[in-house]
């Protein structure tokens, strides 16, 4: 099957349905296609916490102080013209959504903003109870309904970007209900596919969040930036097993009711990393890095929880006050024989977020003419490490501007679809036949053991360098052509697509991630502790001759922040 | 503890057929889990829809279990015998896959 637009955008969670919905209000025709359904898969829609803008209603705010804070906690490696934009703009979507209905919760006649860690000020805004997420995603479906224009097509999994004389003209899919090729002339493409914490053990990820953007890109021949810097969040629940919750939820619990850290010993451990670690600020309160140090270092030194964490207690906390600051979650809780009065909860760090990504222009643009990026896929606002609140902002503020830049330049285009460039991935597509390979669903589950071991968030170069041995011979092993069940809805095609791209892109994290012999922000080397201003650069991952090439960018120490 | 998931299996116009699987299980977990453990442990064409896992959230992993129609990510499994089926008012896919996105979000579907 083939199919034309103006513009194609690939991933329908923040970022990909406020692309859509600027580039159609621009007068193009827009494809909103994902892998999964529309606006249920991807990141935003489990984002159970805050947005983060200088709205000013809770207390007087500007974008300069958020930026200011984006910068530091980015530890000198952000871009400052993407980070300006994303706290600019920021206020004037969050508006958007709250004409638009998303519900933002009320303090008396104004917007609440709470104080989340590393902001100077009440700016965060939510809907309660912890349900942002899913309130930002019916808001934008609506919103697509609403608009003219868009089609929107379920169960499209791009396979490859086409490009013809270095300009993107579109891509191949796979349509998974089918099982048939599908071609897409477009004439300028979005990714708008979020992160990589799928290709770690402990995740709070999407099944779709295997990084599928990022290696699209780089077999486009763009460039990824800052791919070292991946977020770990310190908190993630571990146990008793908990459904119906996104893994990160005690983070509201803690900023609101103080939860305390404890180890197998039951001492609350928090207070020995604040003051005697090199790498701590002194703070009573750790910082998410400095949090899962802590707990990362407690489970090594055999004071771990039963399931490899630490545990969290909420024991201190009357029944009524629990009951009053999250109501129904506490019955989610009970459902699950959760009672947090009576017992504990175990928590580790688990992967979150990813900081890098695809590398663009003020406009979205990669280096690709037609190939814009944005939302999580796209790297360099956050720098080393990511404000909490940003990632909603910057899925609004950058999925709304590549939606408007990508629509300006596929108007002025004429149609540069090419058959023959589109053949290679259509081939590959073809060439896939029954046959019998190692169950590809087990390998997916060794990847994430791998990044986890040895590219996780304390890294050295011995790990590293056998990590990306093991990722080039999980590689070669895969082969060069997908196997199939030949059927509808193939789990051994899936499995086989998703190990290409997450086995490109774990070697576009380890590669930077050795060469960078210091500790800044989310990269932590055992090896190399504490910060190397020499290393206040940015390097740059893409693809020569089939595999991960690394180049550095210049040194920006100038505009680290003091 | 040990689970018995009875799944009914099959792809449109052909006979569905029912195929037993046993998954071994701690306390809490769900049925998704169960399905991820079949696929990783015996048999990995086995079709389902998911995309958040954990969180309730995407609602893709709606299917019929023991009869009533649920979502897998939040049934938890138990011992002895639980049966899977596609949405019978859905059109089938494959195996516990349906088509459940709206008719102007599908390839096929526009009008």
């Known amino acids: 099957m083939h199919l034309e637009t103006d513009v194609l955008v690939i991933g329908a969670g923040g970022a990909g349905m406020y692309a859509a919905l600027e580039a159609a209000k621009a007068g193009a025709s827009v494809l909103l296609a994902d892998r999964s359904l529309i606006g249920r898969g991807g990141a935003t829609v489990m984002a159970q916490m805050t947005v983060a803008a200088a709205l000013g209603e809770q207390t007087p705010d500007s974008w300069e102080y958020h930026l200011s804070d984006t910068l530091a906690a980015g530890r000198g490696l952000c871009d400052e013209r993407l980070a300006t934009m994303m706290c600019q703009e920021g206020p004037a979507r969050i508006r958007e959504m709250d004409a638009w209905k998303v519900g933002w919760a009320r303090n008396g006649d104004h917007i609440a903003q709470i104080h989340a860690p590393g902001h100077d000020r009440p700016r965060c805004v939510y809907v309660d109870v912890l349900s942002t997420g899913p309130a930002v995603s019916r808001t934008l479906r609506t919103q697509l309904n609403l608009a003219n224009g868009i089609r929107r097509v379920g169960d499209l999994a791009i396979v490859d970007i086409v490009v013809r004389d270095g300009i993107a003209c579109g891509a191949v899919a796979v349509h998974l209900s089918t099982g048939e090729p599908v071609t897409i002339a477009a004439k300028s493409v979005i990714i708008a596919t979020g992160g990589l914490t799928r290709l770690y053990r402990r995740n709070s990820a999407s099944f779709n969040m295997g990084g599928d953007g990022y290696a699209l890109a780089l077999r486009a021949g763009a460039e990824l930036i800052d791919m070292e810097f991946v977020q770990f969040f310190p908190i993630g629940h571990l146990a008793p097993r908990l459904v119906g919750m996104d893994p990160i939820m005690w983070d509201p619990f803690r900023y609101k009711l103080g939860g305390k850290l404890l180890n197998a010993e039951m001492h609350e451990f928090e207070d020995d990393y604040a003051a005697q670690d090199a790498r701590s600020d002194g703070n009573y309160v750790l910082t998410r890095d400095r949090a899962t140090y802590a707990i990362s270092k407690e489970v090594e030194s055999g004071r771990g929880s039963p399931a490899g964490g630490a545990y969290l207690s909420f024991k201190h906390v009357p029944e009524a006050e629990l009951r009053r600051s999250f109501g129904q979650v506490i019955d989610k809780l009970a459902a699950n024989g959760i009672d947090l009065t009576q017992q504990l909860v175990e928590v580790a760090p688990i992967a979150h977020y990813h900081m890098g990504g695809v590398r663009v222009d003020e406009t979205m643009q990669t280096g690709i003419p037609g190939l814009y990026a944005c939302g999580e896929a796209v790297g360099g606002a956050n720098g080393a490490n990511r404000l909490s609140g940003n990632a909603i902002t910057e899925a609004f503020v950058f999925g709304a501007r590549a939606g408007q830049c990508a629509a300006k330049t596929a108007l002025q285009a004429a149609a540069n679809w090419s058959n023959e460039a589109a053949a290679p991935a259509l081939n590959m597509l073809r060439a896939s036949e029954k046959r019998d390979t190692p169950n590809l669903s087990v390998a997916v589950t060794d990847l994430q053991a791998l990044m986890a071991d040895k590219v996780g968030p304390f890294r050295t170069e011995e790990k590293l360098a056998e990590a990306i041995v093991e990722i080039d011979r999980m590689a070669s092993e895969l082969g060069a052509a997908p196997p199939s069940s030949g059927q509808s809805f193939d789990p051994l095609l899936i499995d086989w697509l998703d190990l290409r791209n997450m086995l490109q892109v774990a070697k576009a994290v380890a590669v930077p991630a050795l060469a960078r012999t210091e500790s800044r922000g989310a990269h932590q080397r055992d090896d190399h502790p504490g910060l190397d201003e020499a290393w206040t650069l940015n390097q740059i991952v893409s693809l020569s001759g089939g595999d991960i090439s690394l180049a550095r960018g210049a040194n920006i120490s100038k505009k680290a922040s003091a | ?111």
């Open chain 2, 1 to 111: 503890m040990k689970a018995i998931l009875e799944i009914k299996r099959g792809t449109p116009g052909a006979e569905p057929h029912i195929e037993t699987f046993e998954v071994a299980f701690e306390h809490g977990q769900s049925i998704l889990d169960g399905l991820r453990a079949v696929r990783h442990e015996t048999d990995p064409t086995l079709a389902f829809r998911f995309a958040c896992i954990n969180a309730n959230a995407c609602k893709e992993c709606m299917m019929l279990i023991d009869g009533k129609v649920d979502y897998a990510c939040t049934v938890r499994l138990k011992e002895g015998v639980t049966t899977l089926a596609p949405l019978p008012k859905k059109a089938l896919v494959r195996d516990l896959v349906t088509e459940i996105a709206p008719p102007d979000e599908r390839l096929h579907g526009k009008g």
